[in-house]
């Protein structure tokens, strides 16, 4: 069964910094493409960063690109984010997801780490 | 990015209700389209994936389909109880990745 738990939140006041980890099991890490995907409070889904199997290729959405950098340890099985400059509109949920087994796309998902950025 | 934009961004209707959510892409994009499911305090559920295909033990009144370039539909022929929600179309074509804002299904 796939397992994915977060770690790392918390609060942190605008400017500061944050690494979320994500830890696997139940699966094969290196076959898959993960995601981290956020949700704010009472709002939608945003997809947030995502890498390959290697972390050869990665993406960033544009409302954290330079901010944010998404890694992986295959050895680790584990996934991770830092989260530098952080503002206020960062506050959410943080799920870390796991690639559909024949698509792309979250399917698999954690249960979320909570990220309040607040002075 | 490519921008998803549903509408619209909530509905009422009945058990038994056709009811169908529309999704239109800021740019054409090939058949990397999703919809998902989330209910209130749970994780998000892939309902369809490349467009129309139905994912595993999803019920076959939910469907999936394009019109033209850009507009994607997912369509529930009978609603039922369990099916109130909000449903968020996704795409996948190319980073970055993008969600419509969500469609929040009510029981009228």
């Known amino acids: 069964e796939v397992h994915l738990v977060e770690s790392g939140g918390g609060v942190v006041r605008p400017g500061g910094s944050l690494r979320l980890s994500c830890a696997a099991s139940?699966?094969?890490?290196?076959?898959?493409?993960m995601s981290w995907v956020r949700q704010a409070p009472g709002k939608g889904l945003e997809w947030v960063c995502g890498i390959n199997w290697n972390g050869g290729v990665t993406g960033y959405a544009d409302s954290v690109q330079g901010r944010f950098t998404i890694s992986r340890d295959n050895a680790k099985n584990s996934l991770y984010v830092q989260m530098n400059s952080l503002r206020v509109e960062d506050t959410a949920l943080y799920y870390c997801?796991?690639?559909?087994?024949?698509?792309?796309?979250?399917?698999?998902w954690g249960q979320g780490i909570l990220v309040t950025v607040s002075s | 990015a490519i921008q998803l934009t549903q509408s619209p961004s909530s509905l009422s209707a009945s058990v038994g209700d056709r009811v169908t959510i529309t999704c239109r892409a800021s740019?054409?994009?090939?058949?990397?389209i999703a919809w998902y499911q989330q209910k209130p305090g749970k994780i998000p559920k892939v309902m369809i994936y490349d467009v129309s295909s139905l994912e595993s033990e999803v019920p076959s009144r939910f469907s999936g389909s394009r019109s033209g370039t850009d507009f994607f539909t997912l369509t529930i022929s009978s609603l039922q109880p369990e099916d109130f929600a909000t449903y968020y179309c996704h795409q996948f074509n190319s980073y970055p990745y993008t969600f419509g804002q969500g469609t929040k299904l009510e029981i009228k």
């Open positions: 139940g699966f094969t890490f290196h076959d898959h493409g």
């Open positions: 997801a796991r690639d559909h087994d024949f698509r792309t796309l979250p399917n698999y």
């Open positions: 740019h054409g994009i090939t058949s990397a």
